[in-house]
């Protein structure tokens, strides 16, 4: 990569973005042509091999059987796996979080197999489904203000020793535990179930996307004020009762 381009791949669309979550490849790219970065964008569909040469590489959220079609096409591949071995960063929702992990439960109620890129493992929980906006802090260590974002799973997601939890939530559920950790990450792989889609809600997780890629500290400013005015909306509307 140069000091001024960025390889942008947005993984499975077909299978794996239900609820809206291509919203975070439109955020993403856009914010880093703002600072007038050279983006190219690769569309992955299911039936395309994986681009191990991207510098920023993300995944959304999907239902029972596309989540098990993804994984399995994912593991037979390998390309994501390697470019997660060769430093990518990777972003994923929902089902892309779980995919991430060592084991999920698929539609078949089995047990399958992820990429093992998170130390997590996903169950499916007993009780009510985790649904509706949820408000977090998120790890100080990266240096974001909190998290806002809607979460509409019944996946339950272990955290292993190696895996720091994304956020810490104040309302709503996270990863289900009843721990209040929303999310994990290690030093490149992120994984979240947060949709909105996040990225519009949280355009400074798209900014900490690009300063890792770039290997930079900061990122010339950029006009925030439509993003603002939705994350206090949201934020206002996590924090009023139901």
């Not at 019944?154 to 929303?182: C, I, S």
Request: hydrophobic share 35%; net charge negative.
């Amino acid at each position: 990569m140069s000091n001024n381009s960025l390889r942008l791949v947005w993984v499975y669309p077909d299978l794996l973005s239900t609820y809206g979550d291509q919203g975070n490849a439109l955020v993403v790219e856009r914010r880093a042509r703002q600072r007038g970065l050279d983006v190219s964008r690769v569309d992955v569909r299911s039936d395309q091999p994986v681009p191990t040469s991207g510098d920023i590489y993300l995944i959304g959220g999907g239902e029972d059987r596309p989540q098990r079609l993804a994984a399995e096409r994912l593991r037979r591949d390998g390309g994501l796996s390697r470019a997660a071995s060769n430093g990518a960063i990777i972003f994923s929702v929902c089902a892309g979080y779980q995919i991430l992990g060592h084991e999920f439960v698929n539609d078949l109620g089995e047990r399958e197999q992820g990429l093992g890129l998170l130390d997590v493992v996903s169950t499916r929980g007993e009780g009510d489904r985790c649904v509706g906006d949820v408000l977090g802090d998120i790890d100080p260590h990266l240096g974001l203000p909190p998290l806002t974002g809607f979460e509409n799973h019944q996946g339950v997601t272990h955290l292993g020793p190696t895996a720091r939890p994304f956020a810490r939530v104040q309302f709503g559920r996270g990863n289900g535990t009843g721990d209040g950790t929303e999310g994990a990450y290690n030093d490149t792989v992120f994984g979240t179930y947060m949709h909105g889609p996040v990225m519009a809600r949280n355009p400074l997780i798209a900014d900490l996307l690009l300063k890792l890629a770039l290997d930079v500290n900061a990122l010339p400013p950029t006009d925030d004020r439509w993003y603002e005015a939705l994350r206090a909306e949201r934020i206002a509307s996590a924090t009023q009762p139901v």
